[in-house]
């Protein structure tokens, strides 16, 4: 888990084919990796561009993680090369404060950068996801994660396929994603309590409870909760047009 708060960008040294012979994923080193490496120890999950990897071994400044084939793919991780620069973070832990949002490293799709234009000091980036069907969980004040880094949704355009995100000055001095433009990509995960929602709901509705997990389940309790106030408040309504049709009967 982690926030969505870059901690320090890193700069890739190797892209090597994975070394079991199956010819499929790779093995990426991290150099420049120094100030999030103090307390690192093998096996910790870290955040390369919002992808969820696992250090395999480390040194004072750089890092080697393995990237599946399934990972290549979904994430933009497989067009990055020597020289290449990425946004990085350490997963949470205890003492962390939440600056962003609930990120899990489970980049769900890429998105196109379509426009950036300047609004004041800050940049405006329209992006276009590769899967529409994510579009559904993106909404306007929400949360998604771009390379990793946590931003506020500014807009919405669900018909046309698109949303935006703002930039302020400081942000993009601290991540790569600024530095991007038109045509690059991104890896996108959009916010997990949009999903957790949506499945609640569903079994809300079909009468059928299973599988929503333990936060899916406090969800479905909130729904019921909300089903019920409303269902209260339109009994309560149909109950007083009743009765001033009484009292206008009684009247007349």
């Not at 888990?1 to 994923?25: L, P």
């Not at 490496?37 to 395999?56: H, P, Q, V, Y």
């Not at 996801?129 to 669900?158: C, H, I, M, N, Q």
């Not at 499945?199 to 019921?224: H, N, Q, T, W």
């Amino acid at each position: 888990m982690f926030t969505g708060i870059v901690e320090s960008i890193g700069t890739v040294s190797s892209v090597t084919a994975a070394d079991d012979g199956s010819g499929s994923g790779v093995t990426m080193t991290i150099r420049d990796a120094g100030p999030i490496l103090g307390d690192a120890r093998e096996g910790d999950s870290i955040s390369i561009n919002g992808t969820c990897l696992t250090m395999t071994s480390f040194s004072s400044t750089t890092f080697v993680v393995g990237i599946a084939p399934e990972t290549l793919r979904r994430t933009n991780l497989g067009s990055l090369q020597a020289s290449s620069q990425v946004n990085l973070e350490r997963a949470v832990c205890a003492s962390t404060r939440m600056g962003g949002h609930f990120v899990q490293g489970h980049v769900d799709t890429v998105a196109t950068i379509e426009t950036v234009e300047a609004d004041g000091e800050a940049l405006r980036f329209r992006l276009r996801p590769r899967e529409r069907r994510v579009l559904r969980y993106v909404v306007e004040k929400g949360y998604v994660a771009l390379d990793g880094a946590s931003l506020t949704v500014t807009r919405v355009e669900d018909a046309q396929g698109w949303f935006e995100v703002m930039m302020i000055s400081y942000t993009r001095e601290k991540i790569v994603t600024a530095g991007k433009g038109r045509g690059d990509e991104v890896n996108l995960e959009v916010d997990m309590m949009g999903k957790y929602v949506e499945k609640s709901i569903g079994a809300y509705l079909s009468g059928d409870s299973r599988g929503v997990g333990p936060v899916g389940g406090v969800l479905e309790r909130m729904v019921e909760r909300k089903m019920e106030e409303w269902e209260e408040k339109r009994r309560g309504k149909e109950g007083g047009a009743d009765a001033r049709e009484v009292q206008s009967t009684k009247q007349s």
